[in-house]
């Protein structure tokens, strides 16, 4: 089991950059497939970024492809988000995931009902 922590959200102007963290606990973080997911005022919840077990797997959404990168450090229990050339609709509530996957297979890492753990979210707001 593991409880992902996130931080790093903030206010940023357009074209800046930020690297959100997730910490999280538990001795079996390395078997665990990480996912960021983010949620705009009065929409759906999305999926923005995952990585699988292996360290090497990662999908990212079509909107944030090129701009953004998830990476993982097992050793700390931390998934990093590093996000470049924000744009306004970046803006929202950044939520980081965990669901105990060691595949590979795209239908279950970007799938935010397969994942099981979840953050409380960081608010990422970028001006124009």
């Known amino acids: 089991q593991v409880q992902p922590v996130e931080s790093g959200g903030g206010l940023v102007q357009a074209g800046g950059s930020l690297r959100l963290s997730c910490a999280a606990s538990?001795?079996?973080?390395?078997?665990?497939?990480m996912g960021w997911f983010r949620q705009a005022p009065g929409k759906e919840r999305e999926f923005a970024a995952a990585i699988g077990s292996d360290d090497y797997t990662t999908y990212y959404a079509d909107s944030v492809k090129g701009r953004f990168t998830i990476s993982r450090d097992n050793a700390k229990n931390t998934v990093y988000l590093q996000m470049n050339s924000l744009k306004p609709e970046d803006t929202a509530v950044y939520y980081c995931?965990?669901?105990?996957?060691?595949?590979?297979?795209?239908?279950?890492?970007?799938?935010?009902?397969?994942?099981?753990?979840w953050g409380q979210g960081t608010q990422v707001t970028v001006s124009s």
């Open positions: 995931a965990a669901q105990q996957y060691t595949g590979w297979r795209a239908a279950i890492l970007t799938d935010g009902i397969r994942y099981t753990y």
């Open positions: 538990g001795r079996t973080f390395s078997s665990y497939a």
